[in-house]
Every structure is written in C-alpha cells, then in structure tokens.
C-alpha cells in the first residue's frame, strides 16, 4: 500500500525552529519527485516547496523562500522540511504529496502534521 | 504566486449539477493543460479528482469532469450526492516551475 506518513510537528515559539519529516513506503520514491503543502487554520490550500526525485531540483513558494528548506533521502525513503525563523502565520497543518512521473499534479498525499507557532 | 479565483461556495439540489469555476492567469492556467483539481472533506487530506485539465485517477466517480477556457478551467460534478459535499481546490503548475492553489470552494448538497 503506498503510504506517506508526516511527523515532526509541534508548537514552537516565533523565531525558532522544527524540521518536518515524511516517511514513504509502498511505491519506489527515488522516482518520485515530493512537494509540501500547507493548510492554515480554516484557510486554503497552499503549496511551499518541491523537490525532484535526484533532489538536484529545488523549488520554493516566495513566503518561505530563505526560511525553510527541502531535502531527501533516497537510501531512507524520507523528505524533510527544515523551518526556520517561523511566525504566527506558519501555523498550519503540514502534507507532503507526491508527483506523478512526468507529470504536473500531486496523486498521493500524507494525513499530515500540525505546526503550531505561538509564544 | 497569486492564488487562483474560485467562489467561496456553491451549493446544489441531489441530482442536479454544479460547476465550479477556477480562474488564473496566461502563466498558470492559460498556460498549460495541467489542472489538477482536489476533494477535501473536514479533518482529511485532499483526494485527487481531476489531472491534466479533465482526465479521471482510476477510481473517480465519471460524475465529476473538467474542463479548460482561456485562463479559466471548470469543475462540474454532475447528478449530486450527499457524499460530494465537501471543500474543493484547484491547482495548477505555472511558468515559474511551482504549483498555486485556488483558495477552494465549499460545496454545499441542499
């Protein structure tokens, strides 16, 4: 069964740091490429960063740019989020969702996990 | 990365069809057929409905169908259930490499 599962969330005060984490199994993720996508409060969905399946490709949404950061690891079928410098509005549930080969949308996305950022 | 424009809610009598309108810009959604479009019901992850404009994942009810003009693409779900009541997300891939969201529609079955 392919599976995504997040953990690593918390409550954290602003200006610190959490790093999320996303356990992969069931489907060969060196072929995939990963995205994180969160969800505030009551809010919408958005998406914040990318990585390609070699990790060579970056990607990331201009409200977390120079703040967080996007790894993998192949040999441990893992993506992670670094935060760093978090505010109020990272709060938000965070999901990490795969991409579809050679294609342009996410097919399979993790329950997720909850950032909480207040002092 | 402006999110894309969708209407806060729609709502729809069972049986009858709704369609959900998803606009954006000639960099994202004009640009390419690579609208995907997400069911999310309270406490849950987004479920995949539509990819690449209007095709179906293995397992999508052929009640729901999409579709593109210009900058604006369309989600119809037609002969309404109770069960299709929930939020609904476009997404679309953009010409800087990245993904934007619409800022989802709360479907409502009357």
């Known amino acids: 069964e392919v599976q995504l599962v997040e953990s690593g969330g918390g409550l954290e005060q602003p200006g610190g740091s959490l790093r999320l984490s996303c356990a992969i199994s069931?489907?060969?993720?060196?072929?995939?490429?990963m995205s994180w996508v969160r969800q505030a409060p009551g809010k919408g969905l958005e998406w914040i960063s990318y990585?390609?399946?070699?990790?060579?490709?970056?990607y990331y949404a201009d409200s977390v740019k120079g703040r967080f950061t996007i790894s993998r690891d192949n040999a441990r079928n893992s993506v992670s989020l670094q935060m760093n410098s978090l505010r109020a509005e990272d709060t938000a549930v965070y999901y990490c969702?795969?991409?579809?080969?050679?294609?342009?949308?996410?097919?399979?996305w993790g329950r997720g996990t909850t950032v909480t950022v207040s002092s | 990365q402006s999110a894309l424009t969708q209407p806060a809610s729609v709502s729809g009598s069972p049986g009858l069809s709704i369609t959900i309108s998803c606009t954006g810009t000639s960099s994202d959604v004009g640009g390419y057929n690579y609208v995907s479009w997400y069911q999310q019901r309270p406490g849950t992850a987004p479920k995949l409905m539509i990819y690449d404009v209007s095709n179906r994942p293995s397992g999508v009810s052929n009640r729901f169908s999409g579709s593109k003009s210009g900058n604006t693409a369309s989600l119809t779900i037609s002969g309404l259930q109770a069960e299709d009541e929930a939020d609904y997300y476009c997404n679309s891939f953009t010409s800087s490499n990245t993904w934007v969201f619409g800022g989802g529609t709360k479907l409502t079955v009357l």
């Open positions: 069931g489907f060969i993720f060196s072929s995939h490429g």
């Open positions: 969702a795969r991409r579809v080969p050679y294609y342009n949308y996410m097919d399979v």
């Open positions: 990585i390609s399946p070699s990790g060579s490709t970056i």
